[in-house]
């Protein structure tokens, strides 16, 4: 099945590009969520008609994604999470985590623009790849601190409680007040 594409896929295709596709990948993604229709000889002229708009938005989105960009480009996140002794998280930090701490911040990104490859399970400080266009991409510090576990805190401060009332004098009775 031959298709125009209207928006840019990954690993397809750019805008107003003719393609030839799977029958069922047309049929039952691509034309039902709009992002091309059937490569028509109707179609091919509208295609050629729009080509000129097509390349100035595909411009101006370029553009936005550089500014974009050079705002991201000094961001550090900051994520704590719970850890082992070795420094082994418990959890994850996922694109999703990510998403939610860059909107956070004001900025509105796709989870599906951020490239982690995998989960981060370690702490530590990671540069993460964020593809804002084709053509562009930026990358933000990650920051994975481990989180102080309040069992183990109250146990090291128990620990550190009777030594400091060793080392400290004993208080003197007063005598009481007559009043």
Do not use: C
Not at 84 to 111: C, P, Y
Not at 115 to 142: C, D, Y
Request: hydrophobic share 40%; net charge negative; charged share 30%.
């Amino acid at each position: 099945m031959e298709v125009i594409l209207l928006e840019n896929i990954e690993k397809l295709g750019a805008r107003g590009q003719i393609l030839k596709v799977a029958d069922g990948y047309g049929r039952n993604y691509l034309l039902p969520k709009k992002l091309a229709v059937a490569a028509t000889p109707q179609n091919r002229k509208w295609v050629d008609q729009q080509r000129v708009r097509f390349l100035k938005l595909e411009a101006k989105e370029k553009a936005e994604s550089e500014e974009l960009a050079a705002l991201m480009q000094d961001i550090v996140m900051v994520m704590t999470r719970r850890s082992g002794e070795k420094g082994q998280l418990f959890g994850s930090v996922t694109a999703m985590d990510i998403e939610e701490a860059l909107a956070a911040q004001g900025f509105r990104i796709d989870r599906r623009k951020i490239q982690l490859g995998s989960p981060l399970k370690v702490l530590g400080e990671f540069a993460v790849p964020i593809k804002l266009h084709r053509e562009v991409t930026v990358n933000v510090k990650v920051k994975v601190e481990g989180e102080v576990d309040p069992n183990q805190a109250a146990l090291a401060s128990e620990e550190a409680a009777p030594e400091a009332q060793e080392s400290a004098p004993e208080p003197e009775e007063s005598a009481p007040d007559a009043s």
